[in-house]
């Protein structure tokens, strides 16, 4: 069986519980369906009869992150910026990869240079161009600093 999350309501006063606050979680069994009530602690006594089980928690702090991703125009229009340039392969790479994971491009092929360069070609999915993008996978300080550069990309 399947705990219902909690509703971040009290059950007894019916006001929002919140952040940081104590309460006490009752499972019950009504005809095979499990039930969860959240009581705040100020209305907390005992448990009642015949509930399943029954625990004190509190409700999680109000930690929201920013919700720091780059939308899939932002990410779009940094290609293009990258798109006719040599400088930065790597972070064209890794940004084709996002884009291809979140199907925004398609991978038509891959083929090697003659300087031994691999090269993958990419086309948006809705059509148009094909993109060629050099294989440059960085190594892992490189792709922590792409990572912040995307990253500063969602402040602006």
Known sequence: MD???????????QRELLSGEEFYSVLTDDEGLLRRQDIAAEHWATPPEHCLGWWKTKVPENTAKKDNTLSNDSLLQ?????????????????LTLLLLRRRLFRLEREETSETGEKIMFVTPLDGGIEY??????PNQERLEEIQQLLGERTQE
Do not use: H, Q, W
């Not at 705990?3 to 006063?13: D, G, L, M, N």
């Not at 060629?132 to 996978?137: A, E, F």
């Open 3 to 13: 705990i219902p999350r909690p509703a971040k309501i009290c059950s007894v006063s």
């Open 78 to 94: 940094l290609f293009d910026g990258l798109s006719f340039t040599n400088e930065k392969n790597d972070v064209r790479y890794v």
């Open 132 to 137: 060629p993008v050099t294989v440059s996978m």
